[in-house]
């Protein structure tokens, strides 16, 4: 079954602080991976892209990891900001029939206190 | 321009009211969705338009129905809604559905059914 499962659910840390955040997919036949933040009450905007060959990819405090070979990402935050606050969804696509699919995580809610 | 315009931003409607939610983007993406999102999960898929055909309907219930105008609008007509469709409801644009792009998504609305 195609599925995307992100931990941990919430997570709160102090600003300033690093944190790291989990994707498991079991997505076949996997196209790409996305990071995207979701302000509350917006829509979500994307972060980042991994592609099958790609492990690491950074994006100014953001930097995303891929292991293709565990179908495993990760989405690590340095020097969070309270304007970092938001729900984190890993996106994974697959080609179905000539479509792509975009398959959702159950994301995680940070929470960045002063 | 980068930008997927929804409107209204927020909604409320009774049960036997009509109304639409109505979708815009102008950066030439031939793949349009809307997509359902209750607090606290990720969106969830209702449709996808590709090349301004319904490609996609995930079982949606009829009282939704959407429509695509031309390929730079998106249009979703509420009828005889009842509460539990009070969600926010998400529009987002991609390429094509046979490319892995990224998903733009407007801002939203907040749709409340009494």
């Known amino acids: 079954k195609n599925q995307v499962e992100q931990s941990p659910q919430s997570l709160i840390i102090l600003e300033g602080k690093n944190c790291t955040l989990q994707c498991n997919y079991t997505v076949s036949p996997f196209s790409n991976l996305r990071w995207y933040k979701q302000d509350t009450g917006r829509g979500p905007v994307s972060l980042t892209i991994m592609t099958f060959s790609e492990n690491t990819k950074s994006n100014g405090r953001y930097t995303a990891t891929l292991d293709a070979d565990t179908k495993q990402s990760s989405l690590h935050i340095t020097a969070s900001q309270l304007s970092d606050s938001a729900s984190y969804i890993c996106v994974v696509s697959r080609a179905t029939s000539g479509t792509y699919k975009y398959i959702f995580g159950t994301g995680t809610r940070l929470k960045v206190l002063a | 321009d980068t930008e997927v315009t929804q409107t209204p931003k927020h909604l409320v409607m009774g049960m036997t009211n009509k109304k639409s939610l109505k979708c815009e983007q102008h950066?030439?993406?031939?793949?349009m969705y809307w997509y359902k999102q209750k607090a606290k999960k990720p969106p969830e898929l209702m449709f996808v338009?590709?090349?301004?055909?319904?490609?996609i309907n995930e079982s949606v219930p009829s009282r939704f129905s959407p429509e695509c105008p031309n390929s730079s609008l998106l249009n979703l007509h509420l009828h005889a809604l009842q509460p539990e469709d009070s969600a926010l409801y998400l529009c987002?644009?991609?390429?094509?559905?046979?490319?892995?792009?990224?998903?733009?998504f407007g801002e939203g609305s907040r749709l409340t059914v009494l």
């Open positions: 987002a644009s991609s390429p094509e559905t046979g490319v892995a792009g990224e998903l733009f």
């Open positions: 950066m030439g993406h031939r793949a």
């Open positions: 338009y590709s090349y301004e055909k319904l490609s």
